[in-house]
Protein backbone atom coordinates (compact mmCIF):
# COMPACT_ATOMS: atom_id res chain seq x y z
CA UNK A 1 0.00 0.00 0.00
CA UNK A 2 1.23 2.95 -1.29
CA UNK A 3 1.86 5.98 1.27
CA UNK A 4 3.89 8.11 -0.62
CA UNK A 5 3.00 11.91 -1.35
CA UNK A 6 0.53 12.78 -4.44
CA UNK A 7 -2.96 13.56 -5.23
CA UNK A 8 -5.96 11.18 -6.17
CA UNK A 9 -4.89 10.77 -9.71
CA UNK A 10 -1.45 9.84 -9.06
CA UNK A 11 -3.18 5.79 -8.29
CA UNK A 12 -1.69 3.29 -10.66
CA UNK A 13 -4.24 1.11 -12.61
CA UNK A 14 -2.85 -1.72 -10.78
CA UNK A 15 -3.63 -0.16 -6.83
CA UNK A 16 -7.46 0.35 -8.49
CA UNK A 17 -7.76 -2.81 -9.60
CA UNK A 18 -6.58 -4.32 -6.08
CA UNK A 19 -8.88 -2.21 -3.99
CA UNK A 20 -11.74 -3.46 -6.42
CA UNK A 21 -10.42 -7.29 -5.76
CA UNK A 22 -9.14 -7.76 -9.55
CA UNK A 23 -5.23 -7.90 -8.36
CA UNK A 24 -5.73 -11.77 -9.26
CA UNK A 25 -6.35 -11.03 -13.01
CA UNK A 26 -3.37 -8.68 -13.00
CA UNK A 27 -0.66 -10.84 -11.87
CA UNK A 28 -1.60 -14.21 -12.86
CA UNK A 29 -3.78 -17.71 -11.73
CA UNK A 30 -1.43 -18.24 -9.01
CA UNK A 31 -3.51 -15.48 -6.91
CA UNK A 32 -6.52 -17.51 -6.88
CA UNK A 33 -9.00 -15.62 -7.91
CA UNK A 34 -8.55 -15.95 -11.90
CA UNK A 35 -8.23 -19.50 -11.73
CA UNK A 36 -11.79 -19.95 -9.42
CA UNK A 37 -13.16 -17.84 -12.02
CA UNK A 38 -12.41 -19.28 -14.74
CA UNK A 39 -13.36 -23.25 -13.74
CA UNK A 40 -17.18 -21.14 -14.38
CA UNK A 41 -16.09 -19.81 -17.35
CA UNK A 42 -14.37 -16.18 -17.53
CA UNK A 43 -16.56 -13.52 -19.53
CA UNK A 44 -15.64 -12.67 -23.13
CA UNK A 45 -13.09 -9.66 -23.78
CA UNK A 46 -13.51 -6.19 -24.56
CA UNK A 47 -13.47 -7.10 -27.96
CA UNK A 48 -15.95 -9.33 -28.13
CA UNK A 49 -18.60 -7.64 -26.30
CA UNK A 50 -21.54 -5.92 -28.08
CA UNK A 51 -21.56 -2.18 -29.07
CA UNK A 52 -23.35 0.11 -26.78
CA UNK A 53 -27.02 0.89 -27.23
CA UNK A 54 -27.92 4.07 -29.05
CA UNK A 55 -30.73 5.09 -27.21
CA UNK A 56 -34.06 5.91 -27.96
CA UNK A 57 -36.26 9.11 -28.18
CA UNK A 58 -37.03 10.77 -25.25
CA UNK A 59 -40.73 10.81 -23.75
CA UNK A 60 -43.03 11.47 -20.98
CA UNK A 61 -43.15 8.06 -20.48
CA UNK A 62 -39.50 7.18 -21.56
CA UNK A 63 -37.41 10.07 -19.78
CA UNK A 64 -34.10 8.44 -20.08
CA UNK A 65 -34.93 7.49 -24.03
CA UNK A 66 -34.35 3.68 -23.73
CA UNK A 67 -33.78 2.05 -27.07
CA UNK A 68 -37.19 -0.16 -26.94
CA UNK A 69 -35.20 -3.35 -28.41
CA UNK A 70 -31.71 -3.08 -26.70
CA UNK A 71 -30.95 -5.97 -24.42
CA UNK A 72 -30.80 -5.89 -20.74
CA UNK A 73 -28.58 -7.62 -18.19
CA UNK A 74 -29.59 -7.67 -14.73
CA UNK A 75 -26.98 -9.05 -12.04
CA UNK A 76 -29.15 -9.90 -8.59
CA UNK A 77 -27.04 -11.46 -5.05
CA UNK A 78 -29.14 -14.06 -4.71
CA UNK A 79 -29.39 -13.98 -0.70
CA UNK A 80 -31.56 -12.97 2.37
CA UNK A 81 -33.57 -11.02 0.08
CA UNK A 82 -33.98 -13.99 -3.12
CA UNK A 83 -34.39 -13.10 -6.26
CA UNK A 84 -37.60 -13.57 -7.27
CA UNK A 85 -38.88 -10.18 -6.40
CA UNK A 86 -36.76 -9.42 -10.16
CA UNK A 87 -37.51 -12.06 -12.13
CA UNK A 88 -41.40 -11.73 -11.17
CA UNK A 89 -41.60 -7.96 -10.53
CA UNK A 90 -39.09 -6.11 -12.07
CA UNK A 91 -38.16 -7.76 -14.79
CA UNK A 92 -41.51 -8.67 -16.01
CA UNK A 93 -42.70 -4.26 -15.29
CA UNK A 94 -39.72 -3.71 -17.83
CA UNK A 95 -40.79 -6.30 -20.81
CA UNK A 96 -44.06 -4.73 -20.30
CA UNK A 97 -42.54 -1.35 -21.23
CA UNK A 98 -40.44 -2.54 -23.50
CA UNK A 99 -41.86 -5.37 -25.21
CA UNK A 100 -38.97 -5.85 -27.75
CA UNK A 101 -36.11 -6.13 -25.13
CA UNK A 102 -34.50 -8.92 -23.78
CA UNK A 103 -33.97 -9.17 -20.28
CA UNK A 104 -31.02 -11.39 -19.15
CA UNK A 105 -31.07 -12.44 -15.22
CA UNK A 106 -28.33 -13.69 -13.51
CA UNK A 107 -28.73 -14.56 -10.02
CA UNK A 108 -25.46 -15.15 -7.36
CA UNK A 109 -24.11 -15.11 -4.30
CA UNK A 110 -20.88 -14.21 -5.46
CA UNK A 111 -20.95 -10.56 -6.70
CA UNK A 112 -17.09 -10.15 -6.66
CA UNK A 113 -16.26 -13.30 -7.93
CA UNK A 114 -18.40 -13.38 -10.54
CA UNK A 115 -18.17 -9.89 -12.13
CA UNK A 116 -14.85 -9.50 -11.40
CA UNK A 117 -13.56 -10.76 -14.80
CA UNK A 118 -16.16 -8.86 -16.64
CA UNK A 119 -15.01 -5.39 -15.38
CA UNK A 120 -11.66 -6.01 -16.53
CA UNK A 121 -12.51 -7.80 -19.87
CA UNK A 122 -14.95 -4.46 -20.76
CA UNK A 123 -18.01 -6.51 -20.52
CA UNK A 124 -20.35 -5.30 -17.68
CA UNK A 125 -24.18 -6.21 -17.20
CA UNK A 126 -26.49 -3.02 -16.94
CA UNK A 127 -28.01 -3.48 -13.44
CA UNK A 128 -26.29 -5.15 -10.14
CA UNK A 129 -27.55 -5.70 -6.55
CA UNK A 130 -24.02 -5.08 -5.55
CA UNK A 131 -24.43 -6.75 -2.08
CA UNK A 132 -23.74 -9.71 0.26
CA UNK A 133 -20.09 -10.85 1.72
CA UNK A 134 -18.22 -10.49 -1.88
CA UNK A 135 -19.74 -7.18 -2.99
CA UNK A 136 -17.41 -4.93 -4.98
CA UNK A 137 -15.92 -1.79 -3.32
CA UNK A 138 -18.30 1.07 -4.37
CA UNK A 139 -15.48 3.14 -3.95
CA UNK A 140 -13.16 2.18 -5.67
CA UNK A 141 -15.39 1.49 -8.54
CA UNK A 142 -16.16 5.27 -8.55
CA UNK A 143 -12.83 6.34 -8.99
CA UNK A 144 -12.04 4.28 -11.80
CA UNK A 145 -14.66 5.69 -13.43
CA UNK A 146 -16.81 2.14 -13.53
CA UNK A 147 -20.24 3.39 -11.49
CA UNK A 148 -22.76 5.63 -13.47
CA UNK A 149 -23.85 9.07 -11.84
CA UNK A 150 -27.42 8.48 -10.56
CA UNK A 151 -28.58 12.21 -10.65
CA UNK A 152 -30.81 11.74 -13.72
CA UNK A 153 -32.52 8.88 -12.02
CA UNK A 154 -33.75 10.83 -9.04
CA UNK A 155 -34.24 13.82 -10.34
CA UNK A 156 -36.86 12.00 -13.30
CA UNK A 157 -40.38 12.00 -13.03
CA UNK A 158 -41.71 9.00 -10.92
CA UNK A 159 -43.98 6.68 -12.47
CA UNK A 160 -46.74 6.90 -9.86
CA UNK A 161 -46.85 10.96 -10.04
CA UNK A 162 -45.04 12.63 -13.08
CA UNK A 163 -45.42 15.85 -11.67
CA UNK A 164 -42.66 14.85 -8.53
CA UNK A 165 -39.48 14.22 -9.20
CA UNK A 166 -38.26 10.05 -8.36
CA UNK A 167 -36.19 11.66 -5.16
CA UNK A 168 -39.50 12.97 -3.60
CA UNK A 169 -41.09 9.42 -3.14
CA UNK A 170 -39.00 8.00 -1.10
CA UNK A 171 -37.81 8.30 2.90
CA UNK A 172 -35.58 10.85 3.74
CA UNK A 173 -32.03 10.00 3.76
CA UNK A 174 -32.05 7.52 0.67
CA UNK A 175 -30.56 9.58 -1.86
CA UNK A 176 -27.63 11.01 0.40
CA UNK A 177 -27.04 7.11 2.03
CA UNK A 178 -25.74 6.45 -2.00
CA UNK A 179 -23.65 9.34 -2.24
CA UNK A 180 -19.75 8.93 -3.00
CA UNK A 181 -17.51 12.41 -3.31
CA UNK A 182 -20.40 13.85 -3.03
CA UNK A 183 -22.57 13.09 -5.93
CA UNK A 184 -25.29 9.69 -5.79
CA UNK A 185 -23.99 6.37 -7.32
CA UNK A 186 -26.09 4.02 -5.44
CA UNK A 187 -29.79 2.91 -5.26
CA UNK A 188 -30.06 2.10 -1.93
CA UNK A 189 -33.47 0.32 -1.78
CA UNK A 190 -34.19 -1.53 1.22
CA UNK A 191 -34.92 0.13 4.26
CA UNK A 192 -33.64 -2.06 7.12
CA UNK A 193 -33.73 -1.75 10.79
CA UNK A 194 -30.83 -2.92 12.92
CA UNK A 195 -30.55 -4.49 16.09
CA UNK A 196 -31.39 -8.05 18.27
CA UNK A 197 -33.76 -10.60 17.04
CA UNK A 198 -35.27 -12.91 19.00
CA UNK A 199 -37.85 -15.41 19.20
CA UNK A 200 -41.09 -13.51 21.23
CA UNK A 201 -42.61 -17.02 21.53
CA UNK A 202 -39.08 -18.23 23.27
CA UNK A 203 -38.87 -15.53 25.50
CA UNK A 204 -42.97 -16.04 26.51
CA UNK A 205 -42.33 -19.15 27.16
CA UNK A 206 -39.27 -18.38 29.18
CA UNK A 207 -40.94 -14.98 31.22
CA UNK A 208 -38.15 -12.82 29.48
CA UNK A 209 -38.27 -9.19 28.10
CA UNK A 210 -35.10 -7.96 26.02
CA UNK A 211 -32.47 -6.45 27.88
CA UNK A 212 -32.70 -3.13 27.78
CA UNK A 213 -29.09 -2.12 29.62
CA UNK A 214 -26.08 -3.89 29.76
CA UNK A 215 -26.28 -4.96 33.31
CA UNK A 216 -29.74 -6.31 32.44
CA UNK A 217 -27.96 -8.42 29.16
CA UNK A 218 -25.81 -10.02 31.75
CA UNK A 219 -27.94 -11.14 34.13
CA UNK A 220 -30.30 -12.19 30.98
CA UNK A 221 -27.21 -14.44 29.86
CA UNK A 222 -26.74 -15.91 32.90
CA UNK A 223 -30.53 -17.04 32.89
CA UNK A 224 -30.23 -18.04 29.01
CA UNK A 225 -27.27 -19.79 29.97
CA UNK A 226 -28.87 -21.79 32.45
CA UNK A 227 -31.67 -22.68 30.35
CA UNK A 228 -29.01 -24.16 27.85
CA UNK A 229 -29.72 -21.25 25.35
CA UNK A 230 -26.50 -19.38 23.99
CA UNK A 231 -27.33 -15.82 25.47
CA UNK A 232 -25.91 -14.01 22.67
CA UNK A 233 -24.29 -15.36 18.97
CA UNK A 234 -22.81 -14.24 15.60
CA UNK A 235 -21.47 -15.93 12.50
CA UNK A 236 -17.25 -15.08 12.66
CA UNK A 237 -16.52 -16.98 9.68
CA UNK A 238 -18.40 -14.40 7.14
CA UNK A 239 -20.51 -11.93 9.09
CA UNK A 240 -18.32 -9.90 11.70
CA UNK A 241 -19.60 -6.71 10.25
CA UNK A 242 -23.16 -8.04 12.03
CA UNK A 243 -20.98 -7.70 15.45
CA UNK A 244 -19.51 -3.96 14.19
CA UNK A 245 -22.21 -2.79 13.38
CA UNK A 246 -23.87 -3.56 17.11
CA UNK A 247 -20.58 -1.70 18.38
CA UNK A 248 -21.09 1.03 16.35
CA UNK A 249 -24.86 1.74 17.35
CA UNK A 250 -23.82 1.46 20.91
CA UNK A 251 -21.11 4.22 20.64
CA UNK A 252 -23.37 6.34 18.58
CA UNK A 253 -26.45 6.12 21.59
CA UNK A 254 -23.53 7.04 24.09
CA UNK A 255 -22.47 9.98 22.13
CA UNK A 256 -24.99 10.70 19.44
CA UNK A 257 -24.35 10.32 15.49
CA UNK A 258 -22.24 12.74 15.10
CA UNK A 259 -19.37 9.68 16.55
CA UNK A 260 -20.61 7.60 12.93
CA UNK A 261 -20.00 10.79 10.66
CA UNK A 262 -16.36 10.84 12.37
CA UNK A 263 -15.62 7.69 11.57
CA UNK A 264 -16.83 7.99 8.33
CA UNK A 265 -14.82 11.17 7.85
CA UNK A 266 -11.06 9.54 9.32
CA UNK A 267 -10.98 11.97 12.12
CA UNK A 268 -7.99 11.53 13.72
CA UNK A 269 -8.90 9.89 17.30
CA UNK A 270 -12.24 8.77 16.80
CA UNK A 271 -11.67 5.02 17.73
CA UNK A 272 -10.45 5.77 20.66
CA UNK A 273 -12.94 7.92 22.26
CA UNK A 274 -14.15 7.06 25.06
CA UNK A 275 -17.80 6.60 23.83
CA UNK A 276 -16.08 3.95 21.50
CA UNK A 277 -13.71 2.19 23.74
CA UNK A 278 -16.87 1.68 26.33
CA UNK A 279 -18.89 0.45 23.21
CA UNK A 280 -16.23 -2.17 22.64
CA UNK A 281 -15.80 -3.03 26.12
CA UNK A 282 -19.54 -3.87 26.23
CA UNK A 283 -19.98 -5.67 23.92
CA UNK A 284 -16.73 -7.50 24.56
CA UNK A 285 -18.15 -9.08 28.03
CA UNK A 286 -21.50 -10.16 26.58
CA UNK A 287 -19.75 -12.09 24.03
CA UNK A 288 -17.72 -14.02 26.78
CA UNK A 289 -21.30 -15.98 26.65
CA UNK A 290 -20.55 -17.11 23.18
CA UNK A 291 -18.47 -20.07 22.45
CA UNK A 292 -15.28 -19.72 20.51
CA UNK A 293 -16.75 -22.00 17.62
CA UNK A 294 -18.98 -19.48 16.53
CA UNK A 295 -16.02 -17.84 14.71
CA UNK A 296 -16.23 -21.09 12.13
CA UNK A 297 -19.43 -20.34 11.62
CA UNK A 298 -21.32 -18.68 8.79
CA UNK A 299 -24.61 -16.70 9.32
CA UNK A 300 -27.09 -18.93 7.98
CA UNK A 301 -25.67 -21.46 10.50
CA UNK A 302 -25.83 -19.47 13.85
CA UNK A 303 -29.49 -18.63 12.29
CA UNK A 304 -30.64 -22.09 11.91
CA UNK A 305 -29.61 -22.37 15.84
CA UNK A 306 -31.77 -19.73 16.44
CA UNK A 307 -34.47 -21.09 15.06
CA UNK A 308 -33.81 -24.06 17.02
CA UNK A 309 -34.20 -22.70 20.48
CA UNK A 310 -30.09 -22.25 21.12
CA UNK A 311 -29.75 -18.97 20.25
CA UNK A 312 -31.62 -15.94 22.44
CA UNK A 313 -30.61 -12.92 21.00
CA UNK A 314 -29.05 -12.58 17.14
CA UNK A 315 -27.76 -8.89 15.34
CA UNK A 316 -28.60 -8.69 12.57
CA UNK A 317 -31.13 -6.16 9.86
CA UNK A 318 -34.63 -6.87 9.27
CA UNK A 319 -34.17 -8.82 6.35
CA UNK A 320 -33.23 -11.86 8.79
CA UNK A 321 -37.09 -13.27 8.65
CA UNK A 322 -37.25 -13.63 5.45
CA UNK A 323 -34.02 -14.86 4.90
CA UNK A 324 -34.81 -17.84 7.32
CA UNK A 325 -38.00 -18.31 6.20
CA UNK A 326 -37.47 -22.26 4.91
CA UNK A 327 -36.12 -23.00 8.25
CA UNK A 328 -38.44 -20.94 10.68
CA UNK A 329 -40.76 -23.70 12.79
CA UNK A 330 -44.08 -23.37 12.84
CA UNK A 331 -45.03 -20.87 16.29
CA UNK A 332 -41.19 -18.99 15.78
CA UNK A 333 -42.45 -15.30 16.24
CA UNK A 334 -38.98 -13.25 15.07
CA UNK A 335 -39.21 -9.92 16.88
CA UNK A 336 -36.58 -6.76 17.06
CA UNK A 337 -35.02 -5.09 20.18
CA UNK A 338 -32.69 -2.45 20.48
CA UNK A 339 -29.75 -2.58 21.19
CA UNK A 340 -29.34 -1.95 25.09
CA UNK A 341 -28.09 0.88 26.90
CA UNK A 342 -24.34 0.98 27.49
CA UNK A 343 -24.59 3.92 30.50
CA UNK A 344 -26.95 5.88 32.09
CA UNK A 345 -25.55 9.06 30.74
CA UNK A 346 -26.45 7.88 26.87
CA UNK A 347 -27.02 10.47 24.51
CA UNK A 348 -29.72 8.53 22.77
CA UNK A 349 -32.96 6.34 24.71
CA UNK A 350 -33.24 2.86 24.61
CA UNK A 351 -35.59 2.67 21.79
CA UNK A 352 -33.16 4.21 19.46
CA UNK A 353 -32.32 1.90 16.46
CA UNK A 354 -30.41 2.34 13.58
CA UNK A 355 -32.67 2.22 10.43
CA UNK A 356 -31.19 3.06 7.15
CA UNK A 357 -31.35 2.75 3.16
CA UNK A 358 -29.26 -0.22 2.63
CA UNK A 359 -28.69 -2.78 -0.15
CA UNK A 360 -27.09 -0.71 -3.01
CA UNK A 361 -27.92 -1.24 -6.71
CA UNK A 362 -25.68 -0.17 -9.27
CA UNK A 363 -25.62 0.86 -13.21
CA UNK A 364 -22.00 0.52 -14.66
CA UNK A 365 -21.42 3.69 -16.60
CA UNK A 366 -19.67 1.07 -19.24
CA UNK A 367 -22.61 -0.98 -19.36
CA UNK A 368 -24.30 -1.38 -23.21
CA UNK A 369 -27.78 -0.23 -21.68
CA UNK A 370 -27.21 2.27 -19.12
CA UNK A 371 -30.48 3.99 -20.02
CA UNK A 372 -32.43 0.67 -19.36
CA UNK A 373 -30.41 0.29 -16.60
CA UNK A 374 -31.49 4.11 -15.06
CA UNK A 375 -35.03 3.09 -16.24
CA UNK A 376 -34.93 -0.37 -14.62
CA UNK A 377 -34.43 1.48 -11.02
CA UNK A 378 -36.92 3.86 -11.90
CA UNK A 379 -39.48 1.10 -12.07
CA UNK A 380 -38.04 -0.65 -8.55
CA UNK A 381 -38.81 3.02 -7.55
CA UNK A 382 -42.49 2.70 -8.20
CA UNK A 383 -45.10 1.85 -6.42
CA UNK A 384 -45.71 -1.68 -8.34
CA UNK A 385 -42.53 -2.29 -7.89
CA UNK A 386 -41.73 -1.51 -4.57
CA UNK A 387 -45.23 -3.36 -3.52
CA UNK A 388 -44.24 -6.56 -5.47
CA UNK A 389 -40.57 -6.25 -3.83
CA UNK A 390 -42.10 -5.99 0.04
CA UNK A 391 -44.16 -9.24 -1.03
CA UNK A 392 -41.79 -11.07 -2.44
CA UNK A 393 -39.15 -10.63 -0.42
CA UNK A 394 -40.60 -9.69 2.70
CA UNK A 395 -38.85 -6.63 2.97
CA UNK A 396 -40.08 -2.79 2.86
CA UNK A 397 -38.42 -0.72 0.34
CA UNK A 398 -37.55 3.27 1.08
CA UNK A 399 -40.44 4.03 -1.43
CA UNK A 400 -42.66 6.25 0.90
CA UNK A 401 -46.17 4.06 1.49
CA UNK A 402 -45.67 1.18 -1.14
CA UNK A 403 -46.00 -1.24 1.66
CA UNK A 404 -49.17 0.25 3.24
CA UNK A 405 -52.45 -2.30 3.47
CA UNK A 406 -50.11 -5.28 3.28
CA UNK A 407 -50.14 -7.68 5.87
CA UNK A 408 -46.92 -8.09 8.02
CA UNK A 409 -45.20 -10.70 9.54
CA UNK A 410 -44.63 -11.05 13.10
CA UNK A 411 -40.73 -9.65 12.54
CA UNK A 412 -41.80 -6.84 9.80
CA UNK A 413 -44.91 -5.88 12.58
CA UNK A 414 -42.54 -5.97 15.32
CA UNK A 415 -39.96 -3.79 12.90
CA UNK A 416 -43.11 -1.75 12.38
CA UNK A 417 -43.49 -1.04 16.21
CA UNK A 418 -39.77 -0.19 16.72
CA UNK A 419 -39.88 2.45 14.31
CA UNK A 420 -42.55 3.98 15.79
CA UNK A 421 -41.17 3.80 19.53
CA UNK A 422 -38.28 5.29 18.44
CA UNK A 423 -39.64 8.35 16.49
CA UNK A 424 -36.28 10.45 15.59
CA UNK A 425 -34.10 8.87 17.71
CA UNK A 426 -32.66 7.42 15.14
CA UNK A 427 -28.80 6.31 14.82
CA UNK A 428 -27.09 7.38 11.47
CA UNK A 429 -25.90 4.65 8.61
CA UNK A 430 -22.57 4.41 7.83
CA UNK A 431 -20.95 4.88 4.40
CA UNK A 432 -16.87 3.88 4.91
CA UNK A 433 -18.42 0.47 4.07
CA UNK A 434 -19.19 1.43 0.60
CA UNK A 435 -16.35 3.97 0.71
CA UNK A 436 -12.79 2.04 2.38
CA UNK A 437 -13.53 -1.90 1.67
CA UNK A 438 -9.83 -2.69 3.13
CA UNK A 439 -10.44 -0.51 6.36
CA UNK A 440 -14.32 -2.13 6.27
CA UNK A 441 -11.85 -5.69 6.02
CA UNK A 442 -9.68 -4.92 9.17
CA UNK A 443 -12.36 -4.28 11.05
CA UNK A 444 -14.24 -7.53 10.70
CA UNK A 445 -10.79 -9.16 11.55
CA UNK A 446 -10.36 -7.01 14.55
CA UNK A 447 -14.20 -7.42 15.73
CA UNK A 448 -13.59 -11.32 16.32
CA UNK A 449 -10.35 -10.68 17.29
CA UNK A 450 -12.38 -8.40 20.16
CA UNK A 451 -15.34 -10.76 20.49
CA UNK A 452 -13.65 -14.13 20.28
CA UNK A 453 -11.34 -12.60 22.99
CA UNK A 454 -7.83 -12.42 22.23
CA UNK A 455 -7.66 -8.43 22.45
CA UNK A 456 -8.76 -5.74 24.99
CA UNK A 457 -11.67 -3.23 23.87
CA UNK A 458 -8.11 -0.92 24.05
CA UNK A 459 -6.43 -2.95 21.96
CA UNK A 460 -9.75 -3.00 19.81
CA UNK A 461 -9.67 1.03 19.70
CA UNK A 462 -6.05 1.36 19.18
CA UNK A 463 -5.56 -1.07 16.09
CA UNK A 464 -9.14 0.45 14.52
CA UNK A 465 -7.30 4.04 15.10
CA UNK A 466 -4.27 2.76 13.18
CA UNK A 467 -6.18 1.02 10.52
CA UNK A 468 -8.43 4.54 9.77
CA UNK A 469 -5.02 6.53 10.18
CA UNK A 470 -3.48 4.48 7.23
CA UNK A 471 -6.77 4.56 5.10
CA UNK A 472 -6.15 8.55 5.88
CA UNK A 473 -2.71 8.93 5.14
CA UNK A 474 -2.84 6.66 1.88
CA UNK A 475 -3.07 9.19 -1.36
CA UNK A 476 -3.89 6.31 -3.60
CA UNK A 477 -7.37 6.36 -2.11
CA UNK A 478 -9.78 9.23 -2.56
CA UNK A 479 -11.01 10.42 0.43
CA UNK A 480 -15.20 11.12 1.46
CA UNK A 481 -16.83 13.45 3.72
CA UNK A 482 -20.44 13.07 5.07
CA UNK A 483 -21.74 16.14 7.05
CA UNK A 484 -25.48 14.48 7.38
Known amino acids: MSNSAGTPGDITRRQLLRRIGMSALIVGPGA ?36 ADAPL ?31 KHVATQQIAQTLQPRFAGGDVPDVIANSGTDLMDNGALQQEGQLLELTELWEAPSIDDPSKKVRDLVAPGTVESGLINGKPYLMNY ?8 YDSALFEKNGWTPPKTFEEFKAFAEKAKAAG ?20 ISAAKIEGNQILLDVDNLVDGVWQRDAMKQSAAAWAEIAKYMDKSFEGLIHTEVQLRQNQGKVALYPSGSWLENEQKEQTPEGFKYALSPTPSVTAAD ?78 NIVTFSSFENWYKE ?5 RKQTNALMFGRISADEFCEKMQKAADKTKADSSITKQNRTV
Not at 88 to 100: C, D, G, I
Not at 229 to 248: D, E, Q, R, S, V
Open 190 to 197: VFSAYGLW
Open 439 to 443: FETEL
Open 229 to 248: ITPFAYAGKNAAYYAYWMIL
Open 32 to 67: GLLSACATGGAAPAASTSAAPSAGGAISAANPFGVA
Open 347 to 424: KMPFEAIRAAAGEAYIVPAKAKNPKGGLEYLRIMLSKEGARGFTEKSGNITVVTGAADGLELSPGNASLSAAQTAAGQ
Open 73 to 103: EVVIFKGGLGDSYATEVHEPLYKKAFAQAQV
